[in-house]
């Protein structure tokens, strides 16, 4: 006796979260069923594992004719075939566009067409999570890169909690932000997402002219280019004295690390920015990430300041700028340092 | 000209990419209706075209209106080569035919093809314009309303019930023309949608007719089904019951509202009829003035002083002179013909229905049923389907000639099928025999019956158990026992029945689900061979499947059979039955006695003690059944329940039969001869198995329970949650160990591995039941089962189940106190039987008095039977438990709208197979849902194989039946059916087909939560003066 055709078909969609997650996850039927049998199901309802294979295979087949609508969210909301609660609907959106930290931090900054075979493949094994899976979650960044636009259609609904963090890997791929040098392997996604909604805040477009779309992912380039500006911070020698004298000034008996502060207050100084001057060039956007790791955050991490001290630091240094009377670009630094230490304390760590 | 149909197409949404270049499509609209066609312009370039078209006319016949539907198809724009199309949609206009339906259709429509599914959808709205009052035209029927519901309409009241309507057209299977040799599938698929569209069009306006000229105004238990014959034809049949239905006014004035429809029919009367007790207004019509003469409260006082003591010794008279049943006193004889006389105007005195308004079943029958096979041959003269109407006539005569042997004049829950395989077709019939009241089958004022009923009252809930027929010339060997509930009457000891389970009555414990099941191989033959051999089997697939049901329904400690719908189905080398029902272990009945093994081989010391372990394995499981169904009888003692009747007389008859073409109707003995218990005889392996198989139906998981009928006895504290389903199961067989037994084995596995998975599915929803399981097996190729399944599953509230179980049994405790106070003491005793400890053993009498099951265990019919209990009760009486009841019923009210509505979610329409939806209240029925869908593909492996292909398809037939029913503006489809499951497949191919045929009925409802909000608001008004009140009803 072999089953030819096993069927279930509710007026509403039963959708089964754990088994949900699974086919998310990438697990084939039969290694969902094992998955399922591992965790008790059987012993807690007392059914078989032909009826967890049939009730398996038909979320499967459930999932597989939905994935179709998940990948036009709107086309869920107002399609006729599948009868699902709202809450449901929510819930299917939200999980399908769910990422693993893992294989967002491995492709972050990358470009997000669909990513080669090979590509994937290597994450796979890097991360351990299924090709399936991997394969999903980089439609979804390019659904999610490709529209936003079906945010605007979907506006019924709240944007789902994870949206925030695809801003964040929509503005680190359109900026192509570099994440994957060997220096920057210690940061998480979470340190990168950080980051990129305060920039997103402070430094594009959408920050200054709130007309624009308030999701937009490019930087301000007249910002950019107004940056030059900061670099007589470190090329006027009277001002750079001036500057360290007032930050060693406030900090003293203050900062544990204060010598070694003091010794090195030239070179982050110059470090800062620079790094700001060079943002006028895509290229060395690019290298945000590591400049800002290369010239600041690893000198600091070498004399072990620890945090607070680098926090102290960073206050003192952004406000003593406005002590200077021959600086007159205050709003371009406040705008460029808020953002900056934000990033800077959130680096910091090891 | 009777009819102007309006249609606007508005827009279209999620259309497919016509154009590979542009990736967009240029979408137009044909609306046709009949041979009139309009077009809409070409809106270019887009997947989400805006027509907004002008209003398109069809000027038509009424008639036409009624047969044909309205054609949708959108097309692909293309400018060199030929316009693509997309797909179609079919809407039946029918709905806008009668005054009190839906007044439009409008809403968004998923574009169908039977190649490629739906394929997005589009807006329409279709408006009529009616010019005459068209009930005067004999051609249309308009305005005659159909229901699929089998019970009275919630939000109408049954004026007259007319009886049975019947009607059949035959047509060429378009897939089986020459022209289908040449032409796309397609186009095949469609010229077969659009010919059984127009054949139910035809259909249902022929049954219109014939509802009109017997002057009744609606059709309820309209049942239509589609009998593919392949080669010799298509036949679209319909079965029904005609009635006149009143409009209540205003729902609100008949709040509170129950559940269970038969409550709400009971206070409709009371709450209608301003004086109940007034009998002075004198009859008016000379119809009224005769059945006002048989009133209750006349024969009173001769009645009552008879009938409680000499009941056993009435005389009986006119013994053989034809009508059966002759006992009962004068005013039985004169109801009886009173009855006969009403019906006897008919062929077929038979009803679709399968619960029936209080008072009008007076007595019950048992099951009767008819088979015969026939083998097919190609219906020459499409417009003179003689022979189909010959078969289904003989048939229905034999159920009618069977009912009259039980000495019953009606049949009640009837209902047909068919079962085709190749050339050979068999034809089934089933229903209840039942004696019915005559009130509601004559033509009479609205104010008479309601008088009427309120004279007769109410009548007892053990009315329905008691036998029907006359205990010295029964049809066939019964047990027979004083009833349990009255003392008066006599019961059968097991009864079967077709119909929903009375709701008044009263039911100890809770039911389940029961099947049997059963596989004979059958040696392929062709033609006439094999419709002899079909024939020969038949008679003993029946045999088992009766015994079967009958030790489960042993086995789970019940004694009453309802919903009892038995299939068999006949394919290539085999023949299959299933029969399905809901036990229930009715408080009038006796308990059912044990099941004991007998072997055969007893100087076996081993086999000795294996039956002994089995025997202990039975009367654990007994147990243990009763335990998990809650049946904990209160035990009456002996003294009680009177001296044993005389054993009657031994006379087997089964009144069933099988005829093969030659119309011969065999006559079986198949009563096991006489036997002290019920003993099963274990003489060889089979008897093991089967033995064993008994043992083998797992119980649900706890939380669950099943039952095929519309409600489930002994839970009625639903909340609102329900989830209608639809699983289907395909199996394949080794052809290498095709015997008997291992087909029985897989076919049992297939059955319960499939409610195992249902259980599984559905834990989310415990505690729940599913209602309405109702199993469809098919036998699509040789080595291939095919089981269908549609439920629903109900949630229910556990902590009031407690508490309301308890209600029914304590009610009629005091039912039967009341009733019985001038017999004997005992209802004492029996209230004393309420409590947990018993002071009686268990009664020696039960072993004994049940001591020949096994005499009747193949007889066919059980039957049972209400004495004229109205008699012996005077109207005050009623009145008063009438009175009493009402603030039980408000409690029960207030405790199941307690808890919240969470779903009430914008857009949703459920689906259910039952004819309410639990927690909320119809307040208006919009038509007739009956759809067929034919889907086919050619690229199965690429769909997803073949469960891939008809989850998708099952899903997207689910969509379009919510879509209109959304369309005509309402938020349910009510007592749905999925009457066809037809697959077929060609995995080498990579192709496969499926038909699907389903039905409900469109409505409207309110939850009862917001209903209270309204009727909170009504107590100020009323209390206003009259006239006020009268602007609220209006």
């Known amino acids: 006796m072999t089953s030819e055709l096993d069927i279930f078909v509710g007026n509403t969609t039963l959708i089964d979260e754990d088994v949900y997650r699974l086919w998310l996850d990438g697990y084939s039927v039969t290694d969902a069923v094992a998955l399922r049998v591992r965790s008790g199901i059987l012993e807690q309802t007392g059914a078989t594992a032909a009826v967890l294979q049939s009730d398996t295979m038909d979320h499967y087949r459930t999932f597989h004719m939905l994935e179709r609508l998940l990948h036009a969210p709107p086309k869920l909301l107002h399609q006729l075939i599948f009868q699902i609660p709202p809450s449901r609907q929510a819930l299917l959106i939200e999980r399908y566009y769910a990422f693993d930290e893992a294989f967002v931090r491995e492709v972050l900054g990358k470009k997000l067409s669909k990513g080669t075979k090979k590509d994937l493949d290597d994450i796979s094994t890097k991360t351990g999570i299924t090709l399936k899976s991997c394969r999903r979650q980089m439609e979804s960044c390019s659904v999610a890169q490709a529209g936003v636009q079906w945010r605007d259609l979907s506006s019924l609904q709240p944007p789902p909690p994870g949206f925030r963090d695809y801003a964040a890997i929509v503005f680190f791929a359109n900026n192509r932000f570099e994440t994957g040098k060997k220096k920057l392997q210690y940061l998480s996604f979470g340190d990168f997402a950080f980051c990129a909604e305060l920039m997103i805040q402070n430094w594009t477009l959408g920050a200054v002219d709130s007309q624009m779309d308030d999701m937009d992912m490019d930087l301000d380039k007249e910002f950019l280019q107004d940056l030059k500006e900061l670099k007589v911070l470190v090329a006027d020698k009277d001002l750079l004295d001036l500057h360290k004298s007032l930050v060693c000034t406030a900090l003293r008996g203050k900062l544990g690390v204060f010598s070694e502060m003091e010794a090195n207050f030239k070179n982050l100084s110059r470090g800062l920015v620079n790094v700001a001057a060079k943002l006028t060039h895509n290229k060395d956007v690019r290298d945000l990430f590591v400049d800002l790791v290369e010239k600041f955050v690893e000198p600091c991490r070498s004399d072990h300041w620890p945090l607070s001290d680098v926090r102290f630091f960073l206050n003192q240094y952004s406000a003593s700028v406005h002590s200077l009377d021959g600086f007159r670009h205050q709003a371009l630094w406040d705008r460029y340092m808020g953002t900056l230490r934000g990033c800077l304390l959130r680096l910091y760590h090891d | ?1034």
């Open chain 2, 1 to 1034: 000209m009777p009819g102007k149909l309006k249609v606007k197409i508005v827009a279209g949404r999620h259309l497919p990419v016509m154009d590979r270049a542009s990736d967009l499509t240029d979408a137009f609209v044909e609306v046709k209706f009949g041979n009139t066609t309009f077009k809409t312009d070409v809106y270019l370039k887009s997947l989400n075209p805006q027509w907004n078209s002008e209003w398109f006319k069809f000027e038509v016949d009424d008639e036409d209106l009624q047969d044909e539907p309205l054609q949708i198809t959108v097309l692909d724009h293309d400018t060199y080569s030929a316009n693509d199309a997309i797909g179609k949609v079919y809407i039946d206009i029918d709905p806008l035919l009668y005054s009190e339906a839906a007044t439009v259709i409008s809403g968004w429509f998923p574009i169908y093809d039977t190649i490629h599914g739906i394929r997005g959808e589009i807006n329409v709205v279709v408006k009529v314009d009616l010019f005459n009052d068209l009930n005067r035209f004999r051609q249309s029927s308009c305005g005659v309303k159909f229901f699929c519901t089998t019970s009275i309409p919630k939000c109408y009241r049954a004026v007259i019930i007319h009886g049975f309507v019947e009607e059949l057209v035959v047509n060429e299977d378009p897939e089986y023309q020459w022209i289908d040799r040449i032409r796309t599938p397609r186009a095949s698929n469609e010229a077969r949608q659009r010919l059984i569209s127009l054949m139910s069009g035809e259909l249902q306006r022929k049954i219109g007719l014939k509802v009109l000229e017997m002057r009744g105004n609606a059709v309820v238990g309209y049942l239509q089904c589609f009998d593919l014959e392949g080669e010799s034809g298509l036949v679209v049949r319909a079965i029904g019951t005609a009635c006149t239905l009143d409009k209540l006014s205003s729902p609100a004035a008949f709040l509170p509202a129950c559940n269970s429809p038969s409550k709400e029919m009971k206070e409709i009367p009371f709450n209608e009829d301003p004086n109940p007790n007034t009998h002075s207004s004198g009859p008016s019509t000379p119809l009224k003035n005769q059945t006002y003469s048989f009133s209750p409260s006349k024969s009173y006082s001769r009645q009552s002083s008879s009938s409680d003591t000499d009941l056993s010794l009435t005389p009986k008279t006119g013994m053989g002179s034809g009508s059966a049943g002759k006992e009962g006193g004068p005013f039985k004889a004169l109801l009886r013909q009173q009855t006969q006389s009403a019906l006897e105007q008919r062929e077929f005195p038979f009803f679709t229905l399968t619960a029936f308004p209080p008072g009008f079943l007076v007595h019950v029958g048992g099951v009767v049923s008819a088979r015969s096979v026939k083998l097919l041959d190609r219906i020459h003269n499409p417009d003179e389907p003689e022979t189909r109407d010959a078969w289904w006539a003989e048939i229905r005569q034999e159920i009618k000639s069977h009912a009259k042997a039980l000495g019953c004049h009606a049949v009640v829950g009837y209902s047909e099928s068919t079962s085709i395989c190749e050339e050979v077709c068999i034809l089934s019939a089933s229903g209840t025999a039942a004696v019915l009241n005559p009130r509601f089958l004559q033509d009479g004022t609205v104010e008479g019956c309601l008088e009427q009923r309120l004279e007769e009252n109410l009548p007892t809930r053990c009315g329905f158990c008691h036998i029907p027929y006359d205990e010295l010339n029964m049809p066939f060997p019964a047990h027979l026992t004083y009833c349990y509930n009255c003392r008066k009457q006599k019961v059968p000891d097991v009864l079967f029945t077709t119909i929903d389970l009375p709701t008044d009555a009263t039911v100890i414990g809770k039911g389940c689900l029961i099947q049997a099941r059963l596989c004979r191989l059958k040696k392929k033959a062709q033609a006439e061979a094999n419709a002899t051999a079909i024939s020969n089997l038949l008679p003993f697939m029946e045999y088992e499947v009766h015994t079967q049901l009958m030790n489960k329904l042993k086995l789970k400690g019940m004694n009453a059979l309802f919903g009892l719908r038995i299939q068999i189905t006949v394919g290539e080398n085999m023949l299959m039955g299933l029969a399905s029902a809901t036990g229930v272990y009715l408080a009038a009945l006796p308990t059912p006695g044990g099941i004991q093994i007998a072997g055969k081989t007893p100087n076996d010391g081993s086999y000795e003690q294996h039956i002994s372990h089995m025997q202990k394995k039975i009367n654990d499981t007994i147990a243990k059944n009763k335990e998990l169904y809650e049946i904990n009888p209160p035990e009456i003692s002996e003294e009680i329940i009177g001296s044993p009747i005389p054993e009657p007389r031994q006379r087997s008859r089964l009144l069933r039969s099988q005829s093969e073409s030659s119309d011969e109707v065999t006559e079986l003995d198949l009563s096991h001869g006489k036997k002290d218990a019920f003993v099963l005889e274990i003489d060889d392996t089979d008897a093991m198995e089967d033995v064993h198989s008994l043992l083998t139906d797992v119980p649900p998981p706890s939380g669950f329970y099943s039952c095929n009928t519309e409600i489930m006895p002994g839970i009625n504290n639903w909340t609102s949650e329900i989830q209608m389903f639809t699983s289907v199961r395909v199996i394949r067989l080794s052809s290498l160990n095709l015997t008997n037994q291992a087909l029985n084995k897989n076919f049992n596995d297939l059955c319960e591995n499939l409610l195992k998975s249902l259980y599984f599915k559905l834990r989310s929803m415990i505690p729940c039941c599913l209602c309405h399981v109702n199993f469809t097996v098919s036998l699509p190729e040789d080595e291939l089962i095919q089981v269908t399944v549609t439920a629903v599953a109900i949630t229910f509230d556990k902590n009031q189940a407690l508490q309301t179980t308890k209600t029914p049994v304590e009610k009629s405790l005091q039912r039967a106190s009341t009733d019985n106070e001038e017999l004997l003491q005992f209802p004492l005793e029996l209230c004393s039987d309420s409590l947990p400890s018993h002071p009686f053993p268990p009664a020696k009498a039960t072993s004994v008095d049940y001591s020949s099951f096994a005499d009747r265990c193949s007889s066919w019919i059980e039957l049972i039977k209400l004495k004229a209990q109205t008699i012996r009760r005077g109207s005050i009486k009623t009145t008063m438990t009438v009175e009493k009841a009402s603030p039980v019923g408000d409690g029960n009210f207030r405790n199941r709208s307690a808890p919240p509505c969470a779903n009430s979610t914008v857009g949703v329409v459920k689906m259910t197979p039952l004819s309410f939806i639990p927690g909320a209240k119809i307040t208006k029925y919009l038509g007739i849902i009956n759809m067929f869908f034919i889907r086919e593909t050619t690229s199965l492996r690429e769909e997803g194989g073949v469960s891939g292909f008809l989850h998708a398809f099952i899903a997207e037939v689910f969509a379009m039946v919510r879509a209109h029913v959304a369309a005509l503006g309402g938020n349910a489809v009510v007592s749905y059916i999925m009457k066809q499951c037809v697959f077929m497949e060609n995995p080498n191919k990579n192709q496969a087909q499926c038909l699907i045929n389903v039905s409900g009925d469109a409505v409207v409802f309110v939850r009862e939560s917001d209903l209270e909000v309204v009727s909170s608001q009504q107590p100020t008004t009323n209390c206003q003066s009259s006239c006020t009140e009268g602007e609220v009803t209006t």
